[in-house]
């Protein structure tokens, strides 16, 4: 009998001692799947956020772009010159310009601003300017052009009493206007050549002629004379 209850009380500690085991793996398992979690949503807050579902989509090019910002101008220069200017939001690759029917000049600026002067033809003529850009932009304007060079003039004297003017153009000088010593003097003439005398006053005195062509362009010349006796 006493054999048989040290044996009874052995068995007991040792379920006592498996029943511990058992519970604290328990625990150790509950404490590894508590970090296990922890570590994952860790991981999960450093993703980046998709805020809206907000995708972005490609850039497509637009149906009906702006129209290119091309500006040609044409401003009078010097005596049977045409200055052309050209400007562009985008550099300017070619600049061809001609007379009526004749084959164009190309210009290459490569900038978005340009300047030339172009000598015009005698008469009247229609100057053309196309512009294109580095995007193959072009424009095209023209300019009716009156190709002409101003009068020829000569004031002089002829060694006896009198101012000689002498005027001359390829078309038609058109007037002659003489300001003696402050007096005005206008003389239509109409013709390709003009010779006129004009007595010189006695002592000091001062002339000023112009002379305009028929289409406005004109030359002037000055002269005096001191002390003069007839």
Known sequence: MKTSGKKHRKMVDSQKIIIFFAIFIVI???????????????????????????TQEPNTPQENPTEPNINITFEGGEPGQVKVIV???????????????????????????YEMVISSKQGTHKLNVEVTDIDGNKKTSDQLVI??????????VDGVSNYVIKATDDEQIKKIVIVLNGETQEIEVNEKEFE???????????IEVTAY???GLSVNKKGKVNNFRR
């Open 28 to 54: 150790f398992a509950i404490c590894l799947i508590g970090i296990g979690a922890n570590l994952l949503m860790k991981v999960r807050s450093n993703e980046p956020k998709n805020e809206g579902n907000i």
């Open 147 to 156: 190709g002409d060079s101003v009068p020829e003039l000569q004031l002089g």
């Open 87 to 113: 400007a562009s939001d985008k550099d300017i690759q070619n600049i061809d310009y001609w007379w009526d029917d004749e084959a164009p000049t190309t210009v290459q600026p490569n900038d978005k601003k």
């Open 213 to 215: 062509n028929l289409n």
């Open 196 to 206: 006129y005398k004009v007595p010189i006053p006695e002592g000091d005195s001062v």
